[in-house]
């Protein structure tokens, strides 16, 4: 029996859901290999409106199967334009394992014949894009709800970036301290900073390209 599902399944099975997903208004889906890791994998890259972002959530839980958020990045695109200021980047994977036995109080694994997985079966990976438009109160829906995973990543992509969850139960500060300032987040890249009297939005929150002038002086 063979370790892996073959490139080929994972293939069919990837253009499948790009297919599937690129019918829904305001989505666009491809698949391109990826060769990081020990053998090549198809990767599901989709790009989503803001305002469809839910409705594909759901769809990718509740028809394809997606049942594992590994990871969201934040990021502030101050030179992107007016359609891409923020960017929200899901990591999904879909494992295509459920309801695993337990016994004497331990998960026991499931062993699967790779040979033999179809449809919602095949593992995938999934990567969901949606972009934001230039603002200074960033938002998209939470999908907390729909994947556990979801809820320390969207607090901390809140953290650190600012992009706020709509939705969102119980957001906090996870990684800054608790008493940071309101409106403060380390990986935004403008910031408003006070020098003494002078107040300007200052695009080098580290401080490594400051002028001369501004030697001594303290954030």
Known sequence: MGKVVSTATQRSAAEGLAASVSEMDGVAAEVIERN???????????????????GLAESLRNTHGVDYCSMI??????EGGPEKNWEVVYHFLRMAVSNPPVIDGMVEPIVIDPTKVEGNGVPLE?????NLPETREPCVASVQDIWVGADWNEKETWDLVGIDFEGHVGMRRVLQPHET???FHPLQKQHKLRYHDFEEMYDDVQGFLRKPSDAGKIK
Request: hydrophobic share 30%; net charge positive; aromatic share 6%.
């Open 181 to 183: 300032p309101t409106g």
């Open 73 to 78: 990045t934040g990021i502030h695109w101050p």
């Open 126 to 130: 999934i990567e969901v894009r949606v």
């Open 36 to 54: 990081s890791g020990t053998s090549p994998r198809n990767v599901v890259i989709v790009s989503c409106d803001p305002e469809r972002w839910r």
